[in-house]
């Protein structure tokens, strides 16, 4: 029989991680449901989210590193948005089995166009929370990412 038990803290943290849970699923769907009409999900338009915002091209296992995500999926849905003309390969010039991912004017115009419905999206739901309580959040979400990626050190709150 385990007879550890939670400390304050670690309870309160593990309230939080169960919401964390929830608000992923449901920050999803609606994500979902907000991008259907361009013929994306949230998941293809996070990876051109990622491929925007990586400073270079880069090959999927990379763009799934910065994802924090599984190499195979990012590849399935790479491979999906390939065959619609959003993003296409290139040669990497370091590793000529790891193509460099590329998005298309296609690609650029639909994340565009993502982003526009987004911010009337954030704008409403941001509505009637403090800009200081998000800022603490984000705080601890970096220092706990950090800790679970092995370098605690990374984030010190203030």
Known sequence: MNDAKQTSVGSALTNLILELFKLHGRVLASGDRLVAPLGLTSARWQILGAIIAADRPQPVA??????????????RI?????????????????HRRAQLVVLTDK????????MRLQAP???ELSDGLRIEDIETMHKVMLALRGKLEGNGDAEKQD
């Open 107 to 114: 690609g650029k115009q639909i994340f565009d166009a993502a």
């Open 121 to 123: 999206w954030v704008n």
């Open 62 to 75: 990379w763009l799934a590193r910065d994802m924090g995500a599984n190499r195979q999926n990012i590849q």
């Open 78 to 94: 790479v491979n999906d948005l390939e065959k619609e003309g959003l993003v296409a390969f290139e040669t990497n010039p370091h």
